[in-house]
């Protein structure tokens, strides 16, 4: 159980980084969509080969993107909690009060803080984490879980989450979900704006200009609308997939016990029921994906292009590997 | 020219010795804290003995042996004059408290009594949180030994007196005792 003990500084690194090329990428798609508004509405113009005039709306979109960027980032926590309408986990009877104490002990076996503990009221067996860094961190599990695990599988599923935290996933998957949402929310409102006629500018002086503005508007919703959604998802796919295997590892690293987390993940595997309160912004969190249940765990090649997480076959099998353990024992 | 090449020669290397030097410090108070984190667990094991052994002991008739002996190690170890003494105690008590978790299966009419239900909770867990912080301080140790055995950190280490830390040894009984997990096993078809 050698990998990721010693790298897991590169892997915070690594994230630290992803994290700013995303907050970047995300306002220079702003500035782009300011700066395309303000050509619409007439603020900027090019004027003998030079661009002419106050660029308003491509200041006014970079202070929105920045101000997105730091909720996010600060607020992102509560906004994934809030949407998978998550609530606190109180000591309220003796399986709430164990799952308390396997978050501490889990937070004992990486050298990390306590993250704070947070509850779905889901029959689903899942859990994610987030926050922005180890000293704002969260874990939260859902009901199921909680009903379906022993204390050992516990440990591999919250020792699963504590490696996410401890490796600084936590920080780049919040902002994937949150900044998605809000590319998202941005694609649906220029839908609307241009379907109700928004852009009619006051002085419509011949119909060549205003052709000309509507193909612009065209092309900038059709990009955001169709494009961002699938980019993001995209990043977030490309982003999560080798991570868990990862986390995997690193659990497997906290308990010494490999069998544990292996009978967590083959009970997870035999749930049918979806997560209804995750959505495609938030999917990439979890440890096991909300969104399917266990019939759709395809291997084919598709699947495999557009999942956000390895199908549980495959991290089984690898987590038998690590206990050198013939893999043909039943499930 | 020549001047200024020394000149950044010096500066990369005093920049080079400040970051080594405090990742040092740092990686030896992450080895102390590891230690005193485990000094809490046992510390918290020795006031929820008491407790557990109050709740259990009008059930358990035929345990008193064993009881008897979970108290007295637990005193021993409170009272242990010296470092070594307090670890030999420290270990019978992990093992005496694992024979008597094994014991509280027998009793079913335990499961109904939520002190002792709740205490025995607490005292799972410290026992895991023992077993998981001796395991962080150990990986701790690890850090700081490679730390201060490589190069080029070594010869820092050497100067700032910076010394490998010793690892802690589980002993043989020890290590053969699963961890535990008694308590709220759910059934299951598998």
Same mark, same amino acid.
């Given at each position: 159980?050698?990998?990721?003990?010693?790298?897991?500084?590169?892997?915070?690194?690594?994230?630290?980084?992803?994290?700013?090329?995303?907050?970047?990428?995300?306002?220079?798609?702003?500035?782009?969509?300011?700066?395309?508004?303000?050509?619409?509405?007439?603020?900027?113009?090019?004027?003998?080969?030079?661009?002419?005039?106050?660029?308003?709306?491509?200041?006014?979109?970079?202070?929105?993107?920045?101000?997105?960027?730091?909720?996010?980032?600060?607020?992102?926590?509560?906004?994934?909690?809030?949407?998978?309408?998550?609530?606190?986990?109180?000591?309220?009877?003796?399986?709430?009060?164990?799952?308390?104490?396997?978050?501490?002990?889990?937070?004992?076996?990486?050298?990390?803080?306590?993250?704070?503990?947070?509850?779905?009221?889901?029959?689903?067996?899942?859990?994610?984490?987030?926050?922005?860094?180890?000293?704002?961190?969260?874990?939260?599990?859902?009901?199921?879980?909680?009903?379906?695990?022993?204390?050992?599988?516990?440990?591999?599923?919250?020792?699963?989450?504590?490696?996410?935290?401890?490796?600084?996933?936590?920080?780049?998957?919040?902002?994937?979900?949150?900044?998605?949402?809000?590319?998202?929310?941005?694609?649906?409102?220029?839908?609307?704006?241009?379907?109700?006629?928004?852009? %009619? &500018?006051?002085?419509?002086?011949? @119909?060549?200009? #205003? =052709?000309? +503005?509507?193909?612009? *508007?065209?092309?900038?919703?059709?990009?955001?609308?169709?494009?961002?959604?699938?980019?993001?998802?995209?990043?977030?796919?490309?982003?999560?997939?080798?991570?868990?295997?990862?986390?995997?590892?690193?659990?497997?690293?906290?308990?010494?016990?490999?069998?544990?987390?292996?009978?967590?993940?083959?009970?997870?595997? %035999? &749930?049918?029921?979806?997560?209804? @309160?995750?959505? #495609? =912004?938030? +999917?990439?969190?979890? *440890?096991?994906?909300?969104?399917?249940?266990?019939?759709?765990?395809?291997?084919?090649?598709?699947?495999?292009?557009?999942?956000?997480?390895?199908?549980?076959?495959?991290?089984?099998?690898?987590?038998?590997?690590?206990?050198?353990?013939?893999?043909?024992?039943?499930? | 020219?020549?001047?200024?090449?020394?000149?950044?020669?010096?500066?990369?290397?005093?920049?080079?010795?400040?970051?080594?030097?405090?990742?040092?410090?740092?990686?030896?108070?992450?080895?102390?804290?590891?230690?005193?984190?485990?000094?809490?667990?046992?510390?918290?094991?020795?006031?929820?003995?008491?407790?557990?052994?109050?709740?259990?002991?009008?059930?358990?008739?035929?345990?008193?042996?064993?009881?008897?002996?979970?108290?007295?190690?637990?005193?021993?170890?409170?009272?242990?004059?010296?470092?070594?003494?307090?670890?030999?105690?420290?270990?019978?008590?992990?093992?005496?408290?694992?024979?008597?978790?094994?014991?509280?299966?027998?009793?079913?009419?335990?499961?109904?009594?939520?002190?002792?239900?709740?205490?025995?909770?607490?005292?799972?867990?410290?026992?895991?949180?023992?077993?998981?912080?001796?395991?962080?301080?150990?990986?701790?140790?690890?850090?700081?030994?490679?730390?201060?055995?490589?190069?080029?950190?070594?010869?820092?280490?050497?100067?700032?007196?910076?010394?490998?830390?010793?690892?802690?040894?589980?002993?043989?009984?020890?290590?053969?005792?699963?961890?535990?997990?008694?308590?709220?096993?759910?059934?299951?078809?598998?």
């Amino acid at each position: 159980m050698t990998p990721s003990h010693a790298d897991f500084r590169d892997l915070e690194r690594r994230n630290r980084r992803q994290t700013v090329a995303l907050v970047v990428v995300f306002l220079l798609l702003f500035c782009a969509l300011g700066l395309g508004l303000d050509f619409v509405v007439g603020a900027v113009r090019f004027q003998d080969g030079h661009l002419a005039g106050f660029p308003l709306l491509t200041i006014i979109a970079l202070i929105v993107g920045s101000v997105q960027s730091l909720v996010s980032y600060y607020g992102g926590a509560a906004l994934v909690l809030g949407s998978t309408h998550a609530r606190q986990l109180a000591p309220d009877s003796p399986k709430h009060q164990m799952v308390l104490d396997v978050v501490q002990e889990m937070a004992l076996a990486s050298r990390m803080p306590v993250p704070r503990a947070y509850i779905i009221d889901e029959p689903a067996p899942n859990a994610f984490a987030t926050g922005r860094d180890p000293q704002h961190s969260v874990i939260c599990v859902t009901q199921g879980l909680v009903d379906e695990m022993d204390r050992e599988e516990l440990q591999g599923v919250l020792g699963h989450e504590m490696a996410h935290i401890r490796d600084y996933d936590i920080r780049t998957m919040m902002m994937i979900a949150v900044l998605a949402g809000g590319v998202a929310m941005l694609a649906d409102f220029f839908m609307r704006w241009s379907f109700f006629g928004g852009f %009619r &500018t006051r002085d419509d002086r011949d @119909n060549n200009d #205003r =052709g000309q +503005a509507r193909v612009i *508007i065209a092309i900038a919703v059709f990009v955001l609308a169709i494009l961002a959604p699938i980019f993001s998802q995209l990043i977030a796919i490309a982003v999560s997939r080798q991570r868990e295997y990862l986390a995997d590892a690193s659990s497997v690293e906290f308990t010494r016990n490999p069998r544990a987390l292996l009978r967590a993940l083959e009970q997870i595997a %035999r &749930t049918e029921s979806p997560l209804a @309160n995750a959505s #495609r =912004g938030t +999917a990439h969190l979890f *440890i096991v994906n909300p969104l399917e249940g266990a019939g759709d765990d395809g291997e084919g090649f598709f699947d495999s292009l557009l999942s956000t997480h390895p199908p549980l076959s495959r991290r089984i099998q690898r987590l038998r590997e690590l206990m050198a353990e013939p893999a043909d024992s039943a499930i | 020219m020549g001047s200024w090449i020394i000149i950044g020669i010096i500066v990369i290397a005093a920049l080079y010795l400040t970051f080594a030097y405090n990742s040092l410090v740092r990686m030896r108070n992450s080895v102390e804290n590891a230690w005193q984190q485990i000094d809490v667990q046992l510390k918290r094991r020795h006031d929820l003995i008491p407790n557990l052994v109050e709740a259990v002991k009008g059930y358990m008739q035929f345990e008193r042996d064993t009881l008897a002996q979970v108290v007295e190690s637990r005193n021993r170890a409170v009272a242990a004059p010296s470092q070594e003494v307090r670890l030999q105690a420290e270990n019978q008590l992990t093992a005496g408290l694992g024979r008597l978790f094994a014991l509280m299966e027998n009793y079913p009419q335990l499961k109904s009594d939520q002190n002792a239900m709740q205490l025995q909770e607490q005292l799972t867990t410290t026992e895991n949180q023992i077993a998981f912080a001796r395991q962080a301080y150990n990986d701790a140790v690890l850090e700081l030994n490679n730390r201060i055995e490589t190069f080029p950190a070594n010869i820092i280490a050497d100067h700032f007196g910076f010394h490998p830390a010793d690892y802690f040894q589980a002993p043989p009984e020890d290590q053969a005792l699963p961890k535990v997990d008694l308590s709220l096993r759910t059934p299951r078809a598998s």
